[in-house]
């Protein structure tokens, strides 16, 4: 980890980008294939007469080339001023394409030349690349750093311990059979829920997730009343009993929903990223999947497509160490997850799930750095789930004392020590917020046992309707 726990700059190099020290400013076009002719400053391109003549470049890169020092308008100025101007020293030898979306939405103007701009001409070898990767391990931060109260603290272990409580019932509810279908269980994963809302705006960013969705609508606000409803499968529920557990959806909230095809809602949250860009609102996405949703072709879609649109979204791979039955590094040539955000030139980072600080700092820095300036981002965060894959998996696949192990590092119990340790709170007042978590979950079940089912036609509504449909006979 670096010395300081900030996230790097974007364009610093660093975190998943390559380092190639061109001295040519950020963004200057075509700066790798100048590299490669041998031009590294402003103040050597200047010296060129004809940039058609530089090995790699053609006439549609010339353009772009001699356009790009016109806007500059150094005439006369030599290549530190450039470099003050903006230019890094670390900037990336990968060519940034113009994102086919101006800022406000508006499609840019078409570019002229060559339909292609990638040169047929090979550099000699080898290429040597310098990657960096954040991590934001367990027990390096402390909440006065991330900006928490003291009663905040304590809202986070209140959140925790909610939908800890809450999923203990889920369970139990599940065997009375007031439970049907899939019930998948995110014990052991609270603080990734819990870190992460914390570091977006509730109601103005959004959120989807997949089919392991209870903990985050509990902790983006949904109250227990409306999710244990719609476990039960009725009208006051949070998807009026029509989705069920793995369909959580909250409008106002812009909980866009957990979505139960593995891996086929990472394109519609490149789509939502897309929509706030496009809207030009200067909000982003939070777009969660497990480890074997990135065995799937729709991961590589929607990263690239959030790459080549520039869109404000981080992709954050809950690694619970299991696809279901099969351990990830068995699943996985490349089992370090977040240096495949590398192949799409995306800034990285790994951080430690067990841990409620840990996720809300990295989360904070791949927002605040990367998403709300337009650079789509991965983040993966290490966690454990002490459940099976659903309600009737008995996790027989987990070695001897595996379970053990990780609950050691439980993250209700390292909050709970962190908060008395800072003389945040008693043991007595921790005591009580658990008590009331649990009475909570109890009125939850309570009212959900009181609702009523949905009415037999409310299955036609809410469904998408055009009379001239023109795709039906």
């Known amino acids: 980890m670096a010395d300081d726990t900030s996230a790097p700059n974007p364009n610093s190099g660093s975190n998943g980008s390559l380092d190639d020290k061109t001295g040519l400013p950020e963004d200057f076009p075509h700066a790798s294939q100048l590299e490669q002719a041998g031009i590294t400053s402003l103040a050597e391109l200047r010296e060129i007469d004809s940039f058609e003549e530089l090995s790699g470049i053609g006439p549609a890169y010339a353009e772009d080339i001699e356009n790009a020092l016109k806007e500059l308008e150094f005439a006369g100025a030599d290549a530190d001023v450039a470099t003050a101007n903006g230019a890094s020293s670390e900037a990336s030898t990968t060519e940034k394409r113009p994102s086919p979306l101006s800022g406000n939405g508006e499609a840019e103007e078409a570019i002229g030349g060559a339909a292609t701009r990638q040169p047929l001409s090979i550099p000699e070898g080898p290429l040597e690349e310098t990657v960096s990767f954040d991590t934001y391990p367990a027990d390096a931060y402390g909440h006065e750093e991330l900006g928490f109260e003291d009663e905040e603290v304590l809202d986070l272990l209140r959140s925790m311990l909610l939908q800890r409580r809450f999923e203990n019932r889920c369970r139990q509810m599940y065997q009375r059979q007031k439970i049907s279908g899939f019930l998948h269980l995110y014990i052991g994963q609270e603080a990734v829920s819990t870190g992460s809302v914390q570091a977006v705006d509730i109601g103005e960013d959004s959120i989807i997730t997949a089919y392991r969705d209870h903990g985050m609508g509990l902790a983006m606000g949904m109250t227990a009343e409306e999710c244990m409803a719609e476990l039960f499968g009725k009208k006051t529920g949070c998807s009026k009993g029509k989705g069920g557990s793995m369909h959580f959806f909250d409008h106002e909230k812009k909980m866009m929903g957990g979505h139960a095809i593995v891996g086929a809602h990472l394109p519609l949250g490149a789509g ?202």
């Open 272 to 473: 939502i990223a897309f929509a706030h860009k496009y809207r030009g609102d200067d909000n982003v996405c939070l777009c969660f999947f497990g480890d074997g949703g990135m065995h799937q072709g729709a991961f590589r879609e929607a990263c690239n497509l959030a790459g080549i649109y520039e869109l404000p979204i981080v992709f954050v791979c809950e690694n619970n160490q299991y696809a279901m039955g099969t351990a990830v590094d068995r699943a996985f040539s490349k089992p370090d997850l977040f240096k495949h955000g590398y192949n799409f030139d995306f800034p990285s980072s790994l951080a430690s799930g067990m841990d409620v600080f840990s996720v809300n700092k990295a989360v904070q820095d791949h927002v605040q750095n990367y998403a709300r300036h337009d650079q789509p981002s991965l983040l993966e965060v290490r966690t454990y789930r002490y459940q099976g894959h659903s309600i009737t998996d008995p996790a027989e696949y987990r070695g001897d004392h595996e379970l053990e192990d990780r609950q050691s590092q439980d993250a209700i119990n390292r909050l709970q020590d962190y908060i008395i340790q800072h003389d945040i709170a008693s043991e007595e007042d921790i005591g009580a917020i658990d008590d009331e978590a649990k009475q909570t979950v109890k009125d939850a079940i309570a009212a959900a046992d009181d609702a009523s089912f949905p009415d037999a036609d409310a299955i036609y509504d809410d469904l998408y309707v055009q009379e001239d449909y023109p795709f039906i006979a």
